[in-house]
Nanobody, 119 residues
Framework: QVQLVESGGGLVQTGGSLRLSCAAS????????MGWFRQAPGKEREFVSG????????YYGDSVKGRFTISRDNSKNTMYLQMNSLKPEDTAVYYC????????????WGQGTQVTVSS
């Protein structure tokens, strides 16, 4: 079973930036895709961004397009989320997740990292 560990969260002012990392354990790590999700208090979990592992195709939720950039380093089994122009509404716990194959949902999740954007 793969283990995913997020890091990089914290407190930042409106307009600031943060870079999240998601490190996957295991010698062989070759999912179909990886993704970032977030959940704010009292709200449903929201898709933020995704990336296909082999060819790096990227996808973004409408609320973060143009501000967030997803990337991955296959050699390090690590995915990143560069978040710029942060807004208070970006405040949430951010989770990374693995989509093992194209035909299944995201099935492995990290423990989450808190991002708080102050106004």
């Amino acid at each position: 079973q793969v283990q995913l560990v997020e890091s990089g969260g914290g407190l930042v002012q409106t307009g600031g930036s943060l870079r999240l990392s998601c490190a996957a354990s295991g010698r062989t790590f070759s999912p179909y895709a990886m993704g970032w999700f977030r959940q704010a208090p009292g709200k449903e979990r929201e898709f933020v961004s995704g990336i296909t592992w082999s060819d790096g195709n990227t996808y973004y939720g409408d609320s973060v397009k143009g501000r967030f950039t997803i990337s991955r380093d296959n050699s390090k089994n690590t995915m990143y989320l560069q978040m710029n122009s942060l807004k208070p509404e970006d405040t949430a716990v951010y989770y990374c997740a693995r989509q093992a194959t194209k035909t299944v949902n995201f099935d492995s999740w990290g423990q989450g990292t808190q991002v708080t954007v102050s106004s």
